[in-house]
Each structure stands twice: as structure tokens, then as C-alpha cells.
């Protein structure tokens, strides 16, 4: 039985249905923020640094969830391959699955002489795929030197 504080004049039982089954999405993104997104626990105090923070891990929802939107729309309703360890397809990949595949991304450190390079790892056919899904070329990842903010190409 459903019930709510609205008459069926100004929310039909239909109408009152889409609402309720509208609101896993909702929980789904807050596990999300408990899940995928979650940080090691903080002792904040100052109610500007809270704020900050809960700030931060929305956008950070957020570009998850855009992400994960822009990769469904450029498949189309085909199916990505390479998701899950056994090559499975996915036909709706997640945020969290393809925030996931770029785990193993890693700064590989060449050390020749008296010199030190960085250099990130290649890119499996999986990454490269979903760069290519959300319109990132990859010549513009690039590696950080350490301790600055000088971007190494």
C-alpha cells in the first residue's frame, strides 16, 4: 500500500508510484558517497570546513554521475566489454565500475643518470575505450613532477 500526504486530485496513484520507484536513484548515489567516493574519517570542527568538504564530495558525485551518464549515451544501448574481470558485457556501466577500470593507472618513474622522467602507464584497450566514450583524448592525461604543480608531457 502507498500512502501519502497528497490527495489523488494533485498527485494521481500513477503519478505517486513514479515518485516512489524515482527514489533508488537517489539512495544509489548516496551509497555512492559511502561507497565509491568514501574517505578516510575526518574530525572537522569548524562548521566552514563540514560544509567544504560535503562541497567537495558532491562535486565529486556529481562528475562521477556525469561521467557515467555521457559513457551510457555514447553507447547507445550496446553493451562495453572489459568491465568486469571476465570480459563480460556491461551494457550500463556504473560510475563507480568505470572509476574502477582506471585504478590501475599508475606514474611510471624512469630514472636514467642524473636524470628522473614520469610517465603514466599505458592504457589498457578498456581505458582507452572509455576515454574515447567521454571525449578524452589521451595525449592530454599527462604526470605531475613531484612536489609542484609543473605539468610533464
Sequence with gaps: MLKTNRSTRQLPLGAA???YREQIHVENRIGNLKGPL????MFLEKPERIAGFLSVLLWALMVMSLMERTVRQKLKGKPLLGLY???RPSPAPTGP???ECFRSLCIVIV???HTQSRH????TTTQLNLLKLLGIPPSALKAFKRNSGILLT
Design 17 to 19: 508510484l513514479a515518485k
Design 38 to 41: 568514501a574517505v578516510a574519517p
Design 85 to 87: 574481470p571476465e570480459k
Design 97 to 99: 565500475a568505470i572509476l
Design 111 to 113: 630514472k636514467h643518470k
Design 120 to 123: 603514466l602507464s599505458e592504457l
